[in-house]
T-cell receptor, first 115, second 104 residues
Framework: EAGVTQSPTHLIKTRGQQATLRCSPI?????VYWYQQALGLGLQFLLW???????NRGNFPPRFSGRQFPNYSSELNVNALELEDSALYLC??????????????FGPGTRLTVL | DAKTTQPPSMDCAEGRAANLPCNHS???????VYWYRQIHSQGPQYIIH???NNETNEMASLIITEDRKSSTLILPHATLRDTAVYYC?????FGAGTRLTVKP
């Protein structure tokens, strides 16, 4: 069974540009989560999508946004990139949140570097 | 904010059991405790989860206290490849985790 996949593996942008990161969940999973992990730090929750709807977002500015497609894959968009947006962006998927337990399985991440 | 607290680091001798503690005193009655580990900026790897009862799988054992306010992850025979940051999580809020170093 294929795991969570993310693309690209690495992404280099300059300040002010936009970045788009992609995630494909495990087959049968409808929930997708996005996390930011700055170098040497823990994971910070960004966004949660389920059944195409945004269910929750973390304490990030509106220039962090995303969407979930009918096939449950997801995009994370970061507008007006700032140097501090440089981080590993992790995507995870799970069965619907109201199923118990809702174990999340993570992809390998996208390393975003803002110059 | 994370709903769990863990020691920042621990060492363990190769072949010995590694016991990683976690406090989650504000856990709600229907919240699971999850454990993940992360090796050098890879995606976190799921290890085990539990609600009330102790759990065991091929990777580890999870011991949850009767009042559910704390738990312990046990790696029965630690190897060098178990060196990683271990996260104890409730409600999918990640803290800083415990950096476990397995030494030869």
């Amino acid at each position: 069974e294929a795991g969570v996949t993310q693309s690209p593996t690495h992404l280099i942008k300059t300040r002010g540009q936009q970045a788009t990161l992609r995630c494909s969940p495990i087959s049968g999973h409808t929930s997708v989560y996005w996390y930011q992990q700055a170098l040497g730090l823990g994971l910070q929750f960004l966004l949660w999508y389920d059944e195409g709807e945004e269910r929750n977002r973390g304490n990030f500015p509106p220039r962090f946004s995303g969407r979930q497609f009918p096939n449950y894959s997801s995009e994370l968009n970061v507008n007006a990139l700032e140097l501090e947006d440089s981080a590993l962006y992790l995507c995870a998927s799970s069965l619907p949140r109201d199923s118990r337990p809702d174990t999340q399985y993570f992809g390998p991440g996208t390393r975003l570097t803002v110059l | 904010d994370a709903k769990t607290t863990q020691p920042p680091s621990m060492d363990c001798a190769e072949g010995r059991a590694a016991n990683l503690p976690c406090n989650h005193s504000t856990i709600s009655g229907n919240e699971y405790v999850y454990w993940y580990r992360q090796i050098h900026s890879q995606g976190p790897q799921y290890i085990i989860h539990g609600l009330k009862n102790n759990e065991t799988n091929e990777m580890a054992s999870l011991i949850i206290t009767e009042d559910r306010k704390s738990s312990t992850l046990i790696l029965p025979h630690a190897t060098l490849r178990d060196t990683a940051v271990y996260y104890c999580i409730v409600d999918m809020r990640f803290g800083a985790g415990t950096r476990l170093t397995v030494k030869p």
